[in-house]
């Protein structure tokens, strides 16, 4: 039934859009009653007055009435830089209108007034502390991921495992690869999916200039990456002795030409799942436990890096500032960098003549595929613990819907109008970008990004120079604090857990 469900919704878009994302279940026929709304069956394929007709998203999502209560939304600080907050109206932006549409179609379907509040700057620790003290005023809550470890051990966040028989977490609409990641056990507590535009506006991708991939006689990047073979060991071969001291002062700098120019802190992160580093997994219960040692695997991405950054000429690492690298590329300095998926909307990237897109490349061709990483502070949702269990379920039935109607109707506009066509130069690249969003993966450290000692940002940012690189000292030395981080965490997340059943 879920590929029957996809295909559906695929037919129903009819401008020839292709979704992408995980394939549903089929939804629950009769939602659960609830105090205080009206709930009415939901059919399984066609609707209610014609079941010939091919169902929408509307037609497979649970009915209610809310009596046309107010659902205040509220956003932490980066909301409006990862996040579209739409204006007031319609303003011609295909962006803001289809967020428009869809909280709309979320507010007639549910007969509710949705109401945004955007948390000032580095306010963050506001919710929690709301939270805490009973403050019900906020029925939904979204932040970043990298924060996640300090907010749901202090119970501020219910569990959407609570309400499953209206919520689908292997829905088209949620991220399900980061909803289980970031689970504990079956337990949800962070919800990931297409109400939040940040899951693919962090995501990390590659560019090349093609220009000077035709200077340089570069082969067909595109068969490359089909046929697999697009690995470290290829990027080097491919850049290695791409140098021009443009300036003639004999120095590597920003305004000479190279193969590859990197900074060396986000840029680095972009590397970390096709590295496989990480020292937390989950069992067969999906309950986080420490791996010890590091792998042969990541070991071998270590040198490659190194190698790669440091010791083949034709590489340029500039600095803390990967925006500067984008300035780079988009004058011709450069024939690959790594970048945001954001980046491509600023104007020194529209305004470049033509380039291409493609994924990180992989370790070595035995890699399963092409793995992404997506910046921490990609957005995740909360259910505050502190409201009636009336308004928890009305917040489950708006988020569900709001996730939904994204990626009906805005999820479209952004991936498919805005970001395949305009912002992308050839057909090719667009099937790169899905590449790159289906192999977007995670790790659970992610959710203590700068605390805990073996993450993308303690290790990779932190080793690298031309001096040295991550080892099996680098870390055998952090093993202890990451097992002592485990087992503070896990023991807060038990007694949360504990408490909570008690009562």
Request: proline share 4%; net charge negative; with cysteine.
């Amino acid at each position: 039934m879920k590929k029957v469900i996809s295909i559906l919704l695929l037919l129903s878009m009819l401008t020839g859009l292709v979704a992408c994302g995980n394939e549903p279940d089929e939804p629950s026929d009769t939602a659960p009653s609830d105090p205080g709304s009206t709930v009415t069956d939901t059919p399984a394929g066609g609707t209610q007055d014609d079941p010939a007709k091919e169902p929408t998203v509307a037609d497979l999502l649970p009915t209610a009435d809310f009596d046309g209560a107010t659902v205040s939304i509220c956003m932490d600080g980066w909301a409006g830089d990862g996040d579209y907050v739409p204006s007031d109206e319609i303003t011609g932006s295909a962006i803001n209108d289809a967020v428009i549409d869809r909280n709309r179609a979320v507010e007639e379907l549910y007969n509710v007034d949705l109401d945004y509040f955007v948390l000032a700057g580095e306010t963050r620790d506001a919710y929690p502390q709301w939270s805490m003290a009973g403050d019900d005023t906020h029925k939904l809550y979204t932040s970043r991921t990298r924060y996640m470890s300090e907010y749901i051990t202090k119970n501020v966040a219910r569990s959407w495992s609570d309400y499953t028989d209206i919520i689908d977490f292997e829905a088209d609409w949620f991220n399900t690869y980061a909803i289980n990641t970031f689970a504990i056990g079956h337990d949800v507590r962070m919800l990931y999916g297409d109400m939040n535009e940040s899951n693919i506006r962090y995501v990390w991708i590659w560019l090349f200039n093609k220009e000077l991939t035709e200077q340089y006689h570069l082969p067909d990047l595109y068969e490359i990456v089909d046929e697999g073979k697009w690995t470290m060991d290829c990027l080097m071969t491919l850049t290695n002795g791409v140098y021009t001291d443009v300036n003639g002062d004999g120095w590597e700098d920003d305004g000479d030409v190279y193969g590859y120019v990197s900074d060396n802190a986000a840029s680095f992160d972009s590397w970390s799942p096709t590295l496989g580093i990480g020292v937390i997994k989950k069992d067969e219960n999906n309950y986080p436990v420490f791996v010890e040692g590091v792998s042969e695997r990541t070991l071998q991405g270590f040198e490659k890096l190194y190698n790669l950054l440091y010791k083949q000429v034709g590489s340029y690492v500039y600095g803390q500032s990967w925006k500067q690298l984008d300035a780079m590329f988009a004058q011709n300095k450069a024939i690959f960098t790594n970048t945001l998926i954001q980046y491509l909307e600023s104007d020194i990237i529209r305004e470049m003549v033509d380039f291409g897109v493609l994924p990180t490349p992989k370790l070595t061709e035995d890699q399963d595929t092409y793995y992404s990483h997506t910046d921490c502070l990609f957005t995740c949702q909360l259910l505050p613990s502190a409201l009636k269990e009336e308004d928890a379920l009305r917040s489950v039935y708006i988020a569900n819907a709001l996730n939904a109607f994204g990626y009906e109707l805005e999820r479209p506009v952004y991936y498919e109008m805005v970001l395949k066509t305009r912002l992308t130069r050839d057909k090719d690249s667009t099937r790169m970008m899905d590449l790159v969003l289906d192999g977007r993966r995670y790790g659970f450290e992610y959710m203590a990004e700068s605390d805990f000692q073996i993450t993308h940002v303690t290790i990779l940012r932190n080793f690298y120079s031309r001096e040295k690189y991550p080892n099996v000292s680098t870390y055998t030395m952090k093993t202890d604090l990451c097992k002592l981080w485990m087992e503070q965490f896990l023991g807060r997340w038990n007694e949360m857990v504990k408490t909570l059943n008690d009562r």
